[in-house]
């Protein structure tokens, strides 16, 4: 068994530019544990656990789902954290760009998933990236804190834009030290 997520990777200069507003944010000493610039990605789908004889299917799925899908451009937006400011475990960044087609995109690629009989979340989707992660040791006075600083905070607009001409099906390793992400396959979308 191994753990398989859908995504789309961001663009190198998206990754430049966000790496300087993680080490603005990593600068400030919360008590949040920054991901990595190269690990950030828009989770389409996650799958979770699933046995490596099924990888063929999710393929074909993935393929089927990005056929009608030609290429869009999407950019960074504004900080957000799960669940919510009084109790924030996950800070996200939101997705700004070709909304629609992302909706779609992602729509088309778990219905297909769907009908082959893989699982999708019950949550509703929200396009984000999750770019930092509370420390579990944090107390609840903290985490509120942390809440209302994030509420006040306005990072500067991202200039830098993404086109999504392709999705990738990555394996995720988990380590003590954190999870590691492989890339098993990308399928480009309709370039007619």
């Not at 006075?141 to 993404?162: D, P, V, Y």
């Not at 001409?165 to 394996?171: G, K």
Request: hydrophobic fraction near 40%.
């Amino acid at each position: 068994m191994i753990r398989v997520f859908v995504a789309v990777d961001l663009s190198q200069e998206a990754r430049k530019e966000l790496a300087r507003s993680l080490d603005r944010l990593a600068a400030k000493r919360w008590p949040v544990r920054w991901e990595p610039v190269e690990k950030l990605h828009l989770t389409l789908s996650f799958l979770g656990w699933v046995k490596e004889d099924k990888l063929e299917a999710i393929l074909g799925c993935v393929e089927n789902g990005v056929q009608t899908i030609s290429p869009f451009t999407i950019r960074l937006g504004k900080l957000g954290v799960f669940p919510n400011t009084l109790q924030p475990r996950i800070v996200w960044l939101g997705i700004k760009g070709d909304q629609p087609a992302l909706v779609r995109l992602r729509r088309l690629v778990a219905e297909n998933l769907i009908t082959a009989g893989f699982s999708d979340e019950k949550r509703p989707w929200n396009p984000h990236l999750t770019i930092g992660r509370m420390k579990k040791e944090s107390s609840f006075r903290s985490k509120k804190e942390l809440g209302r600083q994030l509420q006040k905070l306005e990072l500067s607009e991202f200039e830098a834009s993404t086109l999504v001409d392709r999705i990738v099906i990555y394996r995720s390793i988990l380590k003590p030290s954190g999870s590691k992400y492989v890339r098993l396959s990308e399928i480009p979308l309709n370039k007619t």
